[in-house]
T-cell receptor, first 117, second 112 residues
């Protein structure tokens, strides 16, 4: 499978615990994005990497959230001291930098569904 | 900021044609995207419009009017598998293509 993969697919945690999600983008893609989606809503942008550099973070991303992409390949998203409001689907997407048609399409992974109890 | 509006839900019959509208307000604009999302699955790219006019891809077409802040997705010869949410998104002008701002999605139910 050469698509975007995310692990785990589901995570149930108790309020106050820390969780970490992993995203493996399409191998030649140098851009990586994290989005959050709640039921009945469209995805909301969280953060964006080009290679290993984190170039933008949404104001939605509080201090409890941190994302890394240490070698410009896979990325992790950590949430510390989880709250019930963090319950959502966390989507990762990747794309190829450039100016042609191939550069604007973002390929999404299946998501990690987080439930905070 | 950006604001995107699309109907919450639509129903249609197998074999029919359906048009899903999207209106947006934004201070700048780089392009408009349509994504399809089946329940519990990842969004998948359908179309991209940056210039005014109609882009056709098989059974799906997307139209854009930048002066009116308006787009639609046209689905022809509807099939049961087209039952899904259809997400309209615009690219944030401050960051080029990198940041997508999505609408809430239109849930389409296709009945036999």
């Amino acid at each position: 499978d050469t698509g975007v993969s995310q692990n785990p697919r589901h995570k149930i945690t108790k309020r106050g615990q820390n969780v970490t999600f992993r995203c493996d983008p399409i191998s030649e893609h140098n851009r990586l994005y994290w989005y959050r989606q709640t039921l009945g809503q469209g995805p909301e942008f969280l953060t964006y990497f080009q290679n290993e550099a984190q170039l933008e973070k949404s104001r939605l991303l509080s201090d409890r959230f941190s994302a890394e992409r240490p070698k410009g390949s896979f990325s992790t998203l950590e949430i510390q001291r989880t709250e019930q409001g963090d319950s959502a689907m966390y989507l990762c997407a990747s794309s190829l930098a450039g100016t042609g048609e191939s550069s604007y399409e973002q390929y999404f992974g299946p998501g990690t569904r987080l439930t905070v109890t | 900021g950006q604001n995107i509006d699309q109907p919450t839900e639509m129903t249609a019959t197998e074999g029919a044609i359906v048009q899903i509208n999207c209106t947006y307000q934004t201070s700048g604009f780089n392009g408009l995207f349509w994504y399809q999302q089946h329940a519990g699955e990842a969004p998948t790219f359908l179309s991209y419009n940056v210039l005014d006019g109609l882009e056709e891809k098989g059974r799906f077409s997307s139209f854009l009017s930048r002066s009116k802040g308006y787009s639609y997705l046209l689905l022809k010869e509807l099939q049961m598998k087209d039952s899904a949410s259809y997400l309209c998104a615009i690219s944030d002008p401050g960051t080029g293509f990198q940041k997508l701002v999505f609408g809430t999605g239109t849930r389409l139910l296709v009945s036999p």
